[in-house]
DNA sequence: CTGGGGAAGGGGCCC
DNA sequence: AGGGCCCCTTCCCCA
């Protein structure tokens, strides 16, 4: 990240450096918008730093005799209670609140453990609990009016809030196509319904007017029940929207871990009770899977889950010493001191060439043996690298094709080209290199397939319009990951098996 | 557009 | 169960 911060100040003015968007409007003039994505996450990352060692501290949060030292403006940025008690709700001026004259809150309705894990996600979008306090977490979020952290806690214990008075969610930005991928599981709803009063129903709660401030909040230790209303993560925080089609069949009630996962085949009933999971051909993985709270992905492997944690707070606890590059992970920092010590473990059995990552010697041996294993389906053009070939599908004329081809049951070519049924391809065929990916998918094994090639294609011409049309997100996805090996023999099979293999892929792909 | 290097993230295996 | 280590895939960047 820095090394990127560092590019970008050593080269600019770029539009674009390293994946990040340098925006320049130019109806205004030398008005450049560079931005930092990386920003955030250091400053959450700095400012708890602070916190940790009590620098710059301006409240101090109790809990039963437990102090929290804490910055005023952190909470007031996360906590409904703590923005309204220091009137720094948005619209109104901050004159009327608490302000600086409150340097310790207490908050004895809030258990030690709970606060703890409450300012620990303050500080760094993580929330860190035992299933058994997740209830003492849940009652503090509410208190505090700590939205999100109140509805996954709400969702890992199967209860829900009231949606319907729900900005949050209804504000809920969509996550990036590539996010939405990545996070195949949304947040499950249970139809039991948590208590979640509106303000109205709530006088006991009365720093909390839904329209307009009615006067100084009272003393924290006579919150009561918090009401629903915290919005300030909307625009923050990215979690996932509800997709009913991705909603887990089941949801354990084992608290944060065990969840139901949509990997039925793999690790359904593999939760922390330790349910025995029948039927798998696999192995069964000894490891529990567990589901992020953030973005509800699944991990699998037991203690994985603070390592894909950190992928959301950008926390980076493992620092060079020779460079102070961060990482965050151990086994990334390793191999990066590699380069400092100038280890190389992976020698070529062939030349003096020696290599850091064993897939670098994987590569390199591949120049030796001249072997280009992924060839591209339709101009053949052979890589010895698969995200080479991936690159290639997607940056030239097969792009072009790939974006034309119809998708199923989209009715005839425009064109008025025939279906290629000579091929065994349908008008809404996938393509072969789609066809064998899912098929590699589906565990059917593709290595050693004669590839496509023109000799093996009498009417190239008529493969070339059965896979044109239209095509969209979801067999780019399909595409995605892709299986180099074409096979002529994927284009002939039968509909019926195209069929089957279509919907066992698809049930792969959820 | 391609070849190569490297980062990031996930999963499996083992201790 | 947690963590280390390794492998793999995907993506990005640079020449």
Same mark, same amino acid.
């Given at each position: 990240?820095?090394? /990127?911060?560092?590019? #970008? #100040?050593?080269?600019?003015?770029?539009? /674009?450096? !390293?994946?990040?968007?340098?925006?320049?409007?130019?109806?205004?003039?030398?008005?450049?918008?560079?931005?930092?994505?990386?920003?955030?996450?250091?400053?959450?990352?700095?400012?708890?730093?602070?916190?940790? =060692?009590?620098?710059?501290?301006?409240?101090?949060? =109790?809990?039963?005799?437990?102090?929290?030292?804490?910055?005023?403006?952190?909470?007031?940025?996360?906590?409904?209670?703590?923005?309204?008690?220091? *009137?720094?709700?948005?619209?109104?001026?901050?004159?009327?609140?608490?302000?600086?004259?409150?340097?310790?809150?207490?908050?004895?309705?809030?258990?030690?453990?709970?606060?703890?894990?409450?300012?620990?996600?303050?500080?760094?979008? /993580?929330?860190?609990?035992?299933?058994?306090?997740?209830?003492?977490?849940?009652?503090?979020?509410?208190?505090?009016?700590?939205?999100?952290?109140?509805?996954?806690?709400?969702?890992?214990?199967?209860?829900?809030?009231?949606?319907?008075?729900?900005?949050?969610?209804?504000?809920?930005?969509?996550?990036?196509?590539?996010?939405?991928?990545?996070?195949?599981?949304?947040?499950?709803?249970?139809?039991?319904?948590?208590?979640?009063?509106?303000?109205?129903?709530?006088?006991?709660?009365?720093?909390?007017?839904?329209?307009?401030?009615?006067?100084?909040?009272?003393?924290?230790?006579?919150?009561?029940?918090?009401?629903?209303? *915290?919005?300030?993560?909307?625009?923050?925080?990215?979690?996932?929207?509800?997709?009913?089609?991705?909603?887990?069949?089941?949801?354990?009630?084992? &608290?944060?871990?065990?969840?139901?996962?949509?990997?039925?085949?793999?690790?359904?009933?593999? *939760?922390?009770?330790?349910?025995?999971?029948?039927?798998?051909?696999?192995?069964?993985?000894?490891?529990?899977?567990?589901?992020?709270?953030?973005?509800?992905?699944?991990?699998?492997?037991?203690?994985?889950?603070?390592?894909?944690?950190?992928?959301?707070?950008?926390?980076?606890?493992?620092?060079?010493?020779?460079?102070?590059?961060?990482?965050?992970?151990?086994?990334?920092?390793?191999?990066?001191?590699?380069?400092?010590?100038?280890?190389?473990?992976?020698?070529?059995?062939?030349?003096?060439?020696?290599?850091?990552?064993?897939?670098?010697? !994987?590569?390199?041996?591949?120049?030796?043996?001249?072997?280009?294993?992924?060839?591209?389906?339709?101009?053949? !053009?052979?890589?010895?690298?698969?995200?080479?070939?991936?690159?290639?599908?997607?940056?030239?004329?097969?792009?072009?094709?790939?974006?034309?081809?119809?998708?199923?049951?989209?009715?005839?070519?425009?064109?008025?080209?025939?279906?290629?049924?000579?091929?065994?391809?349908?008008?809404?065929?996938?393509?072969?290199?789609?066809?064998?990916?899912?098929?590699?998918?589906?565990?059917?094994?593709?290595?050693?397939?004669?590839?496509?090639?023109?000799?093996?294609?009498?009417?190239?011409?008529?493969?070339?319009?059965?896979?044109? &049309?239209?095509?969209?997100?979801?067999?780019? !996805?399909?595409?995605? *990951?892709?299986?180099?090996?074409?096979?002529?023999?994927?284009?002939?099979?039968?509909?019926?098996?195209?069929?089957?293999?279509?919907?066992?892929?698809?049930?792969?792909?959820?």
């Amino acid at each position: 990240m820095t090394q /990127t911060a560092v590019q #970008l #100040l050593s080269t600019a003015p770029c539009f /674009t450096m !390293k994946g990040r968007a340098v925006a320049m409007s130019p109806g205004e003039d030398g008005l450049i918008g560079i931005p930092f994505p990386e920003h955030s996450n250091e400053l959450l990352s700095r400012l708890n730093a602070q916190r940790r =060692t009590g620098l710059l501290c301006d409240l101090t949060l =109790t809990s039963h005799g437990t102090r929290y030292p804490t910055h005023r403006s952190v909470m007031a940025a996360v906590s409904l209670y703590f923005r309204r008690l220091f *009137g720094a709700e948005e619209g109104e001026d901050g004159g009327e609140g608490v302000g600086d004259s409150c340097s310790v809150c207490q908050l004895d309705c809030v258990s030690p453990d709970a606060l703890a894990a409450l300012l620990e996600f303050a500080y760094t979008a /993580t929330l860190t609990i035992r299933s058994s306090g997740m209830r003492e977490v849940l009652k503090g979020a509410q208190l505090l009016g700590i939205q999100c952290v109140a509805d996954a806690c709400r969702d890992i214990l199967g209860e829900t809030g009231d949606d319907q008075t729900d900005p949050v969610k209804e504000a809920e930005p969509l996550p990036s196509r590539r996010k939405q991928d990545r996070c195949s599981v949304t947040r499950a709803v249970s139809p039991v319904r948590l208590v979640w009063r509106s303000p109205e129903d709530t006088p006991e709660c009365g720093m909390l007017p839904a329209q307009g401030r009615e006067g100084h909040p009272p003393p924290a230790s006579h919150l009561g029940r918090f009401v629903n209303g *915290g919005s300030h993560w909307s625009q923050e925080f990215t979690p996932i929207p509800h997709r009913p089609e991705d909603t887990p069949s089941e949801e354990e009630e084992s &608290g944060a871990q065990g969840l139901a996962t949509p990997h039925l085949s793999q690790s359904q009933g593999d *939760g922390a009770g330790g349910g025995a999971a029948a039927g798998s051909g696999r192995k069964r993985k000894s490891q529990t899977p567990q589901q992020c709270p953030v973005c509800q992905k699944i991990i699998h492997g037991a203690g994985k889950l603070p390592r894909h944690m950190r992928t959301h707070t950008g926390e980076k606890p493992f620092q060079c010493s020779a460079c102070g590059v961060r990482f965050t992970r151990n086994d990334k920092l390793k191999i990066h001191m590699r380069k400092h010590t100038g280890e190389r473990p992976y020698p070529c059995p062939s030349c003096p060439a020696r290599f850091l990552h064993s897939y670098d010697l !994987k590569n390199h041996l591949s120049l030796h043996s001249g072997d280009r294993p992924f060839e591209c389906p339709l101009c053949h !053009k052979a890589f010895a690298r698969e995200d080479h070939l991936q690159r290639h599908r997607k940056g030239h004329s097969c792009l072009e094709l790939r974006t034309h081809r119809r998708r199923r049951g989209m009715g005839p070519d425009p064109n008025g080209s025939p279906p290629s049924e000579s091929f065994g391809l349908r008008p809404d065929h996938l393509s072969v290199a789609a066809a064998a990916q899912l098929l590699e998918g589906h565990g059917v094994p593709m290595q050693g397939v004669p590839l496509l090639t023109g000799a093996r294609m009498p009417f190239p011409e008529l493969l070339w319009r059965a896979v044109a &049309g239209p095509v969209g997100q979801a067999l780019d !996805k399909a595409e995605g *990951g892709s299986s180099p090996h074409g096979s002529a023999s994927v284009t002939h099979r039968t509909w019926e098996e195209e069929d089957e293999e279509q919907e066992a892929a698809g049930e792969e792909e959820e």
